[in-house]
């Protein structure tokens, strides 16, 4: 399926990219974590969450299509 | 009032001591209200490693904050019993000495602005995917972490 | 900044959103301030018997009153880390919907800044001698009690 | 001695007056509401504060002179 991949803060200033279409062929989120792990090396020592369609889901979830965003800590406010 | 329409919490930029001043304004209708309690978020003048901030600058993941900000606002009406509540945050550049957090509830009582107010400025801090990169003033940075 | 001066925390009449407004506006040079927290009391409809309230007369032992509200404020300092503090209360005729209070804390850290606001507004509530006489539409009044 | 008596809010209402002088032979305060009982018989059923000098005092406190506030129930806010 097509992924949408979106970065912010400091993981899109690693990626130097906000947005990105990804073609995956596996079930869960950490799938799609290494696939970006290979591309990124340095998102390995990063600290983030993961959005899929705009709600947090852990590594274990599967993947249903849509967004997958990679949020570094909040820091809103 | 409850309100289930997704609002747009975003603005461009610093918001601005007129604007708060006209938000006040507008609550004098509603004579119900007895109690109102404001908290603003400025940008401080943080000296790290001997470098002062100047700015911060915010992104956000927009739509997800939209949304996370609406279920916030949902379950502090749930909770407290508010007359009304506006969240506005900045986006793009704010400076130092500058508000880029406007957070307003109203009540009958005062007894729930206090504690309402405190929960929904915490859940934000949490919840709300919005991300802050402190610019110093030799245009270097760090991006920022809530304590 | 402690202030060891006695100020006078009374204003004739209404407390209006410009006067809010611009002492927001004048903290915007206070750079290590990095959060506000604001109340507002609100002259609110209350109904009483059958009939509304239309506006409150507030009357006060000044002078016993300026020292209570220094009092509070050598306290709050003590107790919390702020950076400042203003306090407005209203004498004379305020309307429903008007604003008659008006308690500014602002401090580095968003923590203090609800603590001591709460604090404050207590302290006020217990400590203050100021009368509220609540005047009805058939101009009837009645002595307020504060809950 | 010369006290000045300062009545507020649903007091002064009562009393008609938001200020008098009493000539005053006694040493406690609880002897100044006595006296003032007589002069406003209402006085009695109404719950009030005294203040001397501007500071919250008991009945059992001595008179030192100056000003004796009598205060109703407080409702700023």
Redesign the interface.
Known sequence: MRLNI?Y???I?ELTSCSEEQLEFEGTKVEEVIELLNTKYPDLKSKDFQV?QN??IVSLKSPVTGGDI?L??????? | MKDKKIKNVFKEGAIS??F???S??K???????????????????DEIDGKAVSAIE????E???N?KFHEIREATFEKFNLTCMHIY?SLGTVK??????FVFV?S???KE??KA??YV?EE??????????EIFEDQSHQ?????
Chains 1, 4 share one sequence.
Request: proline share 5%; net charge positive.
């Open positions: 979106k912010f803060g400091l899109a959005a705009r709600e965003a949020l570094p800590p909040f820091s809103g406010g | 001591s007129e708060i001043g006209e006040i304004a609550h004098q209708s509603k004579i119900s209200i007895g109690a109102h309690n404001i908290f603003l978020g400025q940008v401080r003048a915010y992104t956000a993941y739509d997800m904050a949304e945050h130092v000495g500058e508000i880029c957090l109203s009958p009582r005062r602005v206090f107010l405190e400025v934000i801090k949490v919840k709300a995917p919005v991300f802050g990169k991006w920022k972490v809530n304590s």
